[in-house]
């Protein structure tokens, strides 16, 4: 059983849990995910790790509610136990395994939708802790639903914040202000790291590609059973199948096929959607695991 530390409701349908996860946050890497299961009946939920103490053993997850499955979660407290929480999962950011040297030469740009923000987190830290300072643009609806902004201002070397509504700080999407950054201010980026809704980061990176900024997305949202049993995060990137569990979550957001993927998410969600995916993608349906029945 894994025990849960904290449990904070961080915005509207938002929720932020510590849980004593000692293995796991001795070797885990920002970009990776767990898989949490509250029972022996309950359903394998992905989330990508948002902080990790490695002297206490604390792993750090924000969530959304989406469905039974995470508000039944939500109504988890502290002093409540997970049944498994399994991880890590997934390739560690490419710059975790680059040369610091090189690293600190390169001019970063993350940019974070809504909960999106929650991965981006653990990943600007881990620079800011190598001495590495990249700009933030975290983007949200309103003002309200924000999340982890003072935490974020702690790290990032620039944070500029945006809201749908112009309820905090800018008005606009974060592309408004990837652009304004880029051409008004003459700002120059090596790399940008867009993370957040799959609408999101398909113009984020439609634009980046416009500005010949080399761009890095994260498919963490496509995950369901996060092993590749399921099928459910199959993906086109470039001229291969991938499959965000355990390729990545991280891609090339330039070869990334948003429009097939967005549309296998909605085919996705009915069993007879399932049921023609599997038909029309045969030996390609599954990975990981190969072929799973």
């Known amino acids: 059983m894994y025990k849960i530390l904290k449990a904070e409701k961080l915005a509207d349908k938002i929720y932020l849990m510590d849980v004593e996860a000692k293995r796991i946050a001795r070797s885990c890497q920002p970009g990776q995910f767990i898989i949490a299961k509250m029972d022996d009946r309950g359903e394998r939920i992905p989330l990508t790790i948002c902080d990790y103490n490695r002297e206490k053993g604390i792993i750090t997850i924000v969530f959304q509610i989406v469905g039974a499955s995470t508000e039944k979660m939500a109504a988890l407290k502290e002093g409540d136990s997970f049944r498994d929480f399994t991880g890590p999962l997934g390739q560690a950011s490419e710059f975790t395994g680059e040369d610091l040297d090189s690293l600190k030469k390169k001019k970063m740009l993350f ?4 909960v999106g923000t929650a991965p981006v987190y653990p990943q600007v830290k881990w620079l800011h802790e190598h ?12 003002k309200d639903l924000l999340i982890l902004t003072e935490e974020m ?7 500029y914040i945006t809201t749908d509504d112009g309820s905090y700080e800018r008005k606009g999407m974060v592309t408004e202000v990837i652009k304004d950054l880029v051409e008004n201010q003459g700002k120059k980026y090596d790399v940008c790291v867009a993370i957040g809704p799959m ?15 080399p761009t890095i997305v994260s498919l963490n949202p496509i995950m369901v059973d996060g092993t590749g049993m399921c099928g459910a995060c199959r993906v086109t990137v470039g001229s291969e199948v991938k499959f965000a569990c355990v390729d990545g979550p991280e891609f090339d957001g330039h ?7 967005m549309k296998r998410q909605q085919m996705y969600k009915t069993a007879e959607g399932r049921a023609v ?6 030996d390609t349906h599954h990975g990981g695991c190969g072929q799973c029945e």
Do not use: C, P, Q
Request: glycine content about 12%.
């Open 153 to 159: 201002k702690a790290v990032a070397g620039n944070l």
């Open 277 to 282: 995916l599997k038909l029309r993608e045969g």
């Open 255 to 261: 070869l990334v096929n948003f429009d097939e993927a």
């Open 111 to 114: 940019v974070a939708g809504g």
């Open 131 to 142: 001495g590495i300072e990249a700009d933030v643009i975290v983007g949200a609806k309103t």
């Open 199 to 213: 609408i999101m980061m398909k113009f984020v990176s439609l634009l980046t590609k416009e500005l010949n900024l």
